[in-house]
Nanobody, 120 residues
Framework: QVQLVESGGGSVQAGGSLRLSCAAS????????MGWYRQAPGKQRELVAV???????NYADSVKGRFTISRDSAKKSVYLQMNSLAPEDTSVYYC??????????????WGQGTQVTVSS
């Protein structure tokens, strides 16, 4: 069983910053890609940022230059530093990780989500 536990969400005024954290635990052989997604009410879940096992990053155009994703492989954790937040960033943010639990098995796992609310 693998669990992803997120923390760091909350409410902030426009222009402010928040840092999200996500830690994986359980029977883990290795973790490949890790990332953050978000879903606003009535909208589909969308990619925010991902980081590969080799450290390559990719961002949604809407957050480039404002958000930074990083990971600590030793801690099985991924982080999202969010600066210059805007009301349109308001969403539930979900952590995602592609986890190998045995030689034969790997799959995506999701965290429970953490609310980020940005007021104007």
């Amino acid at each position: 069983q693998v669990q992803l536990v997120e923390s760091g969400g909350g409410s902030v005024q426009a222009g402010g910053s928040l840092r999200l954290s996500c830690a994986a635990s359980g029977i883990i052989v290795s973790i490949d890609g890790m990332g953050w997604y978000r879903q606003a009410p009535g909208k589909q879940r969308e990619l925010v940022a991902v980081v590969t096992g080799g450290g390559q990053t990719n961002y949604a155009d809407s957050v480039k230059g404002r958000f930074t994703i990083s990971r600590d492989s030793a801690k099985k954790s991924v982080y999202l530093q969010m600066n210059s937040l805007a009301p349109e960033d308001t969403s539930v943010y979900y952590c995602n990780a592609n986890v190998r639990t045995s030689f034969w098995n790997s799959r995506d796992y999701w965290g429970q989500g953490t609310q980020v609310t940005v007021s104007s």
